[in-house]
C-alpha cells in the first residue's frame, strides 16, 4: 500500500480514521485486504464471525497509545486480539462493520529477562510457547500451560485469566503476574510493570485488567512470575469406581506428596472410550474398565524419590480398596502416551459429533453430588444422552459436555443445546459453582451471565466499567 | 445500658445516629463509654489517635449491612476496625470526631469447614491464630504467618493484604483468598464467597476490596485456601561477606529445594548486634562476624532427606565460598532460637531508641544495589547514621531502619525523619520498588504516596473510589 485508502469499507467508521490509523501505524500496521483480514475476523473454532472497518497491528505500546487516541476521538469501538485461539469468541469483531480489530501480535518483544528477581517482561504479543523457552535459557519455568501455547499470546492469557494444567499447583494466569502496563480507552499509558513480590500501595488495578476480557483497556506488556524448574516428573493413571474415590485420592495425594503434585486430571470411561475410537496410536491405559479415570503427574527440583513417593501414595489407596487400579509410569514415552489420551479428548469429541460444552467450576467437594444430580437431569431430558465428563479435577474444573451424533440435525441441535446449557448451569449455579472456569464469558456465555450473576455485583461491574471505559468503546457486546 | 444516650458525645455526627445504630446492634453492639472507646481510638504503636461518636461492634452480616445503611443515609464516615494490629494508622479514627468506628471482632465464626475442597469459610473477626488452628484440626495448613497471628483478625489481614514470613512460598494474603463477602457503603451486601480455584465470569472484584484499607466497603467474611500441612521443617543460619552472595544464594536455593524453600530472612550484623544487646537469652549463631546473615527454612509434607537436601545446598556454597558459615539446625529448639533472633529485632529496635522506618520491595536482583546506594546516602546526610537492615530477602522486602539514639531531641528528630524518608523513598523509586511492600499506606504515606505512584494510576484508584463509594464515607483520610 503507498497511499492510504481514503473510503473505509464500513460506512459505520469515522471518515478519516483509516487515514489517521495508517499515519500512526504505517503499512506494516495495516490490514485492509479482505482476504488478509479474514483470519482475524473469524474465531479459531468457526463459530463467530464479524466484519471490521481495518485490523491494526501496532509494534510498540506507543503506536497502541496514539491508536487508542484516536478511536476515543472518534468513538470507534476497539475489540484487542491476541493469537486468536479464545473459547468463547471475545477476540472476535460483531457483524456491524464499526469495529477495529487490534491485533498485538507484532509486540512480540521479551524486555527483560531477570533471572535473580525471577521474573520476565514481555510484551502482549509474545506466544506462550516463547515465553516457556525464554524461562528454560535462563534455567526457570513459566508454569501456564495450553494446549494452545504454539499461538497463543500472554495478553490473550491475561486477558482471559487463562487456566489450563498446571493450576492445581501454579494458580491461574492473574497468580503468575507481577505487574502489567496497560494502555487505556483514551490512550493513555499506565505503567504498572513493576516486578515486585510486594506492593501495597492502593487499589490492585493489575487483577482488575487481568480477566477484564478487552473491556477496560489494551495490556500491552506484563511481568511474569517464573520459578524453579522441575527436572523430574513422575506420571500415573488409576482407574477408579466413583468419583468421590477421586476426590478422596486427591486430598490423599496433596497430604502425601504436597505440592510436588502439579496434575490431577480426571476423566470417564466414556470420555476414554471415545479417544480410543477416535484418536489414532492410543491404547487403554489399564486393563479392564473403571468408571472414572485420573492422571495424575508429580514434578519436582529433586529427581531422588519422586517415583517411590507417587507409587507409595497410590499403593496405599490400592490396598485400602480406594481405588481399583494403577500404572505409574517407569518412562517419559508412557507419561507422553498417557498424556496423549487427556488431550485426545478435544479432537475425538470433534470427530464424534456435536458437543454441548460447559466449562464449569465447582466445589471439589462438591463434584461427585454434581455429576449424579447432572447425570440424572440430564437423563431424563434426554433418555440416551451421551456425556463426556472430563477435566481439572485438582481445580474443580469440570469439561462437562454432551455429545450429539453427528447426524442430529440442527434446528434440534439448537432447541436442545439452550435447554441442556440451561440445565447443567442451573445445577451448577445451585451449589455455588461458575458457569465459566477458564473459558471465559466472551459472546458465548453473555446472554447467560445475568442469569447467575448477583445483580449487585453486575452493577458493580458495570459501575467499574463506565469508571474506566465511560465511552464504551473497549469489545463491546463482549462479557457485559 | 438501657436507654440509649440522646445526646451524641460529638458535634459532628448526626443527631439520631446513636439511636438508630442502638435499635441495630443493641448494648452489647455500642460502646459509648470513653474508657471503654479508649483502646479503638489509638493505634497499638501509640503513633495516632482519633475520636469517635460511638464505637459499633456488629455481630452478623446483617447487622453490619444495617450499620452501613444507617450511615450511608447520614453521611456518616466509618472507620472499619479489625484486630487494630496496623502499622499505619488505617484503622484509627480521625481526630473529628465524626468517624464511626466499626469494630469487627464480634463476627468471629468460622461459618464452613472443607477439608475436600481445601477451604475455610471463616468471618471478618476471626483471629488469624484461630484460622490456622481450624487448619491444623483437619490436618491443613494456612500459611499467612505474621508476628501479631494472636491478636490480628481475619478482615485486617485482607483489608491490608498482610504479608509476612511465608510470601516467599505461599504469596500475600491476596493470594490464599477465594471468595469475599462484603457490605458496601450504602449497606447492600455483595456475596462473593465463591469457594473455587478457576471462575471466568467477570471483573475480580475480590482483588479490589483486598488491600483497600477499608476504603471501598467492609469485608465481613472470606474462604480462604488451605495448602498441605508441612509435617518436617529444616532451618539454617548463614553468615555472608556480601548482599550480592544472599541473593545469589537465594537463587541456588530456590532451584535446588524447589518449593520447599518457604522463608529466606536476611539481617545485617548491625541488627543482629542489636538484637544481642537487648534481648534476653539470646547467643550469636555463628562464631565469627559477618556483614549479612540469612535464615532460611525449608517445610515439606515428607520429612526424609529435608535437612540433607538443605545441607547438601548449603555445603556446595560454603564450598563454592560463596557464603563464610553456615549453621544447620540439627533440633528444633535450635530452630527456635534462631527464629527469636529474626523475631527479636523489633523489640530490639525499641529498646535501642526510635527508629524511622521503612517497609520498602525492590527487584530482588536490584536489592545489593540498592543498599549500597542507600547506605551512602544517608552516610552522607548523617556520617554516624545507624542503619538497622533486615528483612524478607526472598520477596524483596526490606525494613531498611534508620536508628536514632534514644535521647535524640524530639524535633530533630521529626525533621530528620522528612529528610530520610525521602532519601530512601526517592531511591526506592529510580529503581522501580514500592515505598510500602507490606504495612499499607494508611494514614503513614498517604502524604507521600502521590509523589510516587503515577498519576494516572492515582487517577484510576480516585475513579474506583467514586464509583464504589460516591458519598466518601468509607475511611476518609487514609489511603487516598
Known sequence: ???????????AAHPDLLQRLHATVGDAGLVLDAEAQAPYLQDWLGKWHGRTPVVVRPSST????????ICHETHTPVVTQGGNTGMSGGATPDGSGAQVVLSMVRMNAIRHVDPMNNSLTVEAGVLLANVHAAAAEIDRFFPLSLGSEGSCTVGGNLATNAGGIAVLRYGNTRDLVLGIEAV????????????????????DLRHLFIGSEGTLGVITAAVLKLYPR???????????ASLEALVALLARLRSHCGERLVAFEMMSQASLDLVLAHVTATRAPLAGQHAFHALVELADTRADGLAELL????????????????????NASQATAFWKLREGISQAQVRAGKAIKHDIALPISAIAGFVAQADAALQALQPDVRIVNFGHLGDGNLHYNVLQPADTPYAEMTEKTALLNRTVHDLVHAIGGSISAEHGIGQLR????PLYKPALEF?????IKQALDPNQIMNPGKLL
Chains 1, 2 share one sequence.
Open 184 to 203: 487505556l480507552p483514551d490512550g493513555r499509558i499506565w505503567n504498572g510493570l513493576r516486578a515486585l513480590r510486594k506492593d501495597n500501595t492502593g487499589y
Open 446 to 449: 453473555r446472554d447467560e451471565l
Open 311 to 330: 507409587e507409595e501414595g497410590l499403593g496405599a489407596a490400592l490396598e485400602d480398596g480406594l481405588v481399583q487400579d494403577v500404572a505409574v509410569c517407569t
Open 62 to 69: 506507543e503506536q497502541t497509545a496514539a491508536v487508542m487516541a
Open 459 to 463: 452493577e458493580l461491574m458495570m459501575r
Open 1 to 11: 500500500m503507498t497511499t492510504p485508502p481514503t473510503t473505509p469499507p464500513a460506512a
Open 230 to 240: 522441575p527436572v523430574a516428573r513422575a506420571t500415573a493413571w488409576i482407574g477408579a
